[in-house]
């Protein structure tokens, strides 16, 4: 499967954005969907991740609350809608994907064999 990322930007903080990820290759339901980030100097950090089977959803603490995973089967897309944005959600966004995923590695960037390129998303005033 190949993925493409899109929707990063530059929002003041308490401010929204909705990043998209579009599959291609196959249907994104056989995968396990995920929303990893980057921010300077730092290790790649887990933020959200939609399951393939029963579509449960799962966040980091940080966001949940404030982020919401879906996705939209017609188009093969995985949005990540965020909201009450902070400084501190500045970072490269990448999307990924899995496939056969426990519980206990959802949030291990290991475990997905599937990459898309990274989008931008700034925080500032």
């Known amino acids: 499967v190949q993925l493409q990322a899109s929707g990063g930007g530059l929002v003041q903080p308490g401010g929204s954005l909705r990043l998209s990820c579009r599959a291609s290759g196959r249907t994104i339901t056989s995968y396990t969907m995920a929303w990893f980030r980057q921010a300077p100097g730092k290790e790649r950090e887990f933020v959200a991740c939609?399951?393939?089977?029963?579509?449960?959803?799962h966040y980091r603490n940080s966001v949940r609350g404030r982020f919401t995973i879906s996705r939209d089967g017609a188009k093969n897309t995985v949005h990540l809608q965020m909201s009450s944005l902070k400084s501190e959600d500045t970072a490269v966004y990448y999307c990924?994907?899995?496939?056969?995923?426990?519980?206990?590695?959802?949030?291990?960037?290991?475990?997905?064999?599937?990459w898309g390129q990274g989008t931008q998303v700034t925080v500032s005033s």
């Open positions: 939609i399951r393939s089977t029963g579509g449960s959803t």
């Open positions: 990924a994907a899995g496939i056969n995923l426990i519980s206990s590695s959802l949030a291990d960037d290991r475990r997905y064999a599937y």
